[in-house]
């Protein structure tokens, strides 16, 4: 599928992004010995790499020809690469905060690029879609950061997850990370670390790097919480957060009371052989437990000709009339862009995100999950903002055809710059590139 905009922006090109983040590579301390054969900032380099150029595993990444290492040096500023055990040995002992560290990085590249603009929804508004994913589970390998779940069946089960938050916006294809938290154990806790306890981490990270910005908060049932809520608006954010009629019984008990009907807002329309009707009210209490948070509800119902219909609804603090039910709606139901153009990207666009590349004794798996998070970033921000790569995309069709002609050149021919391999892809495919 083509991106949703055609926009080039001269400061934005693969190779100057991959120089930047080579600087700030550079600039990460390492705390091994000084005489170290492999710095640092190749070796995590390297593992960008690995799913910047969607290798499959670290042992194909690892079985490289002379022209890959030649390629890895003039593209990726790689000076010495090590194997892949010696990368799963290093990389165990990061620390992954620094890597969630870069993300504002490139949220203040996109406000540069005037993409942050073009965001806004309902007025002034950057849409947050909060949600999580594993990216390792095993039955039998574990380490003292994998949460530890007791099963049904006697055994036990490990894990590692992410928190993600992406900039989203409805109609637009691309998604940004603006930060992620990993839901392992925490270091002096002894119980398992779980999604609410990361988000409040989470939330308290955008609040340090985004302080300034009016975001809006879109998020699952799970997080239709007065703690949540409150952590929200004390940040002078706004939310639109799903609500399940089996995990908010009383909300709903008091949203569809014949005492409540005298004040809920209808609206029905047909388009396009649908039906779309709307329920809403505003100022009941989230709950009994905490009658004082007062929310927003609205209820939507979408009808095919067949009779089929899909129902959702949600919770928010911004006030709901007749005339902005509809761009609520569609703000909720956005939050499926971080499951359908993220994690469903990661997974099968090249990225490979349920393989398990290597769990480690310690940071391991949270390092590569940041790596790649990384790679899909920079994906995104050349696929908004370069043309070449637009261009060319229209005449692969998938990106999946695209990253699968990259790799098979990057291991045959040797290039000076991403704009060279750019221009011989094109070739390959008869664009012209302007």
């Not at 990370?177 to 988000?199: F, H, M, W, Y």
């Not at 940071?363 to 070449?388: G, N, W």
Request: glycine share 4%.
């Amino acid at each position: 599928m083509a991106p949703s905009t055609l926009t080039s922006v001269p400061r934005v090109t693969p190779d100057a992004l991959i120089r930047e983040l080579r600087g700030k590579f550079d600039e990460f301390v390492d705390h091994r010995a000084a005489n170290s054969s492999f710095t640092l900032s190749d070796i995590l380099m390297s593992g960008f790499a690995m799913f910047s150029l969607k290798y499959a595993s670290l042992l194909q990444f690892e079985t490289q020809t002379d022209i890959e290492r030649e390629n890895l040096h003039q593209l990726y500023g790689i000076r010495k690469l090590c194997t892949d055990s010696q990368m799963r040995k290093v990389l165990d002992l990061v620390n992954p905060a620094p890597l969630g560290e870069l993300l504002p990085y490139y949220f203040h590249r996109l406000q540069q690029l005037g993409v942050v603009s073009q965001y806004t929804s309902y007025g002034k508004h950057l849409v947050v879609a909060i949600d999580g994913v594993t990216h390792f589970e095993s039955q039998k390998v574990h380490c003292p950061c994998c949460i530890d779940k007791a099963n049904k069946d006697g055994t036990r089960s490990y894990s590692h997850s992410m928190l993600c938050a992406m900039l989203v916006k409805p109609g637009e294809k691309e998604v940004f990370a603006l930060g992620t938290e990993p839901i392992v154990c925490q270091d002096g806790v002894d119980k398992n670390d779980c999604e609410r306890a990361a988000s409040k981490r989470l939330l308290d990270f955008l609040a340090v790097h985004y302080a300034d910005q009016p975001l809006l908060i879109t998020e699952d049932a799970l997080y239709s919480t007065a703690p949540n809520i409150s952590q929200i608006l004390k940040n002078n954010w706004s939310y639109v957060l799903t609500i399940k009629p089996d995990g908010h019984k009383s909300l709903f008990d008091v949203f569809q009371s014949p005492a409540i009907a005298p004040r809920t807002g209808h609206y029905t329309y047909k388009k396009d052989s649908l039906q779309h009707t709307f329920h809403y009210v505003n100022n009941i209490p989230l709950n009994a437990k905490n009658p004082s948070v007062r929310v927003n509800v609205l209820h939507y119902e979408q009808q095919d000709k067949k009779g089929k219909v899909l129902r959702f609804s949600w919770v928010t603090n911004l006030e709901l009339t007749a005339k902005n039910i509809l761009a609520i709606m569609r703000i909720g139901r956005s939050r499926w862009k971080i499951e359908n153009e993220t994690f469903n990207t990661l997974k099968n666009q090249g990225y490979h995100f349920e393989h398990n590349y290597g769990h480690g004794h310690h940071h391991l798996s949270t390092v590569l999950a940041y790596l790649m998070l990384l790679a899909f970033e920079i994906d995104q921000l050349i696929q908004r903002c370069y043309k070449p790569f637009q261009q060319i995309l229209k005449a692969t069709r998938t990106k999946v055809k695209f990253w699968h002609t990259q790799q098979a050149l990057f291991m045959v021919q040797a290039f000076g710059s991403f704009q060279q391999l750019y221009t011989h892809i094109a070739g390959l495919f008869k664009v012209q590139l302007e």
